[in-house]
């Protein structure tokens, strides 16, 4: 029996459900943690420690600033809009990355050509992901599309 669910079916069911408690053992992790981190502050803000907390964090700041202009500069190297392209053609979204993933690899073994020439069958599965941006907004923009590649490699028996 096939029984398929409407969006409205989905949200009704996903309302009727509660998150679970937390443990015992969780809040009492937490509590204390924070409780270090309050000791800690307080300590560090005494008048005779200076805050050693700060110096990391400008450095960190200092790092992840350079790092976005960076990726910022990197991104923008080589975009051009193609005319005819769809949604990237207009420049109103930009290309971020592109990622491709190996999911599996199939040795599909030796065949033999009509010359009797050994060839190495290999089939490569994969994920391409492109991420775009849409700077009005910040909106993200991921496509994910699967990919199979057939590769045919010579062999030497040597």
């Known amino acids: ?13 996903l309302r009727g459900l509660a998150p679970a408690e937390v443990s015992p053992a969780l809040n009492q ?6 409780r270090l981190d309050i000791d ?6 005494t008048p005779r420690k200076p805050m050693r907390w700060l110096t990391p964090l400008a450095y960190t700041a200092l790092g992840a600033a350079a790092a976005i202009a ?3 500069y990197v991104s923008f190297i080589g975009t051009t809009p193609r ?3 769809g949604v990237a053609g207009t420049g109103q979204i930009l ?8 999911d599996k690899v199939e040795d599909e073994g030796i065949h033999y050509t009509s010359d009797k020439v050994p060839e190495q069958h290999v089939k490569l599965r994969s994920t391409e992901r492109h991420v775009f941006i849409d700077p009005r907004d910040g909106a993200q923009v991921i496509v994910e599309y699967p990919r199979v590649d057939s590769l045919v490699l010579p062999v030497n028996f040597q």
Request: charged residues 25%; without cysteine; negative net charge.
């Open 29 to 34: 992790r937490v509590a204390e943690e924070l």
């Open 95 to 102: 290309p971020v990355s592109t990622i491709r993933e190996w």
């Open 70 to 72: 960076l990726m910022s």
């Open 83 to 85: 005319s005819g392209s």
């Open 40 to 45: 800690w502050l307080e300590q560090s803000n």
């Open 1 to 13: 029996m096939n029984h398929e669910l409407n969006e409205s079916e989905v949200e009704n069911i």
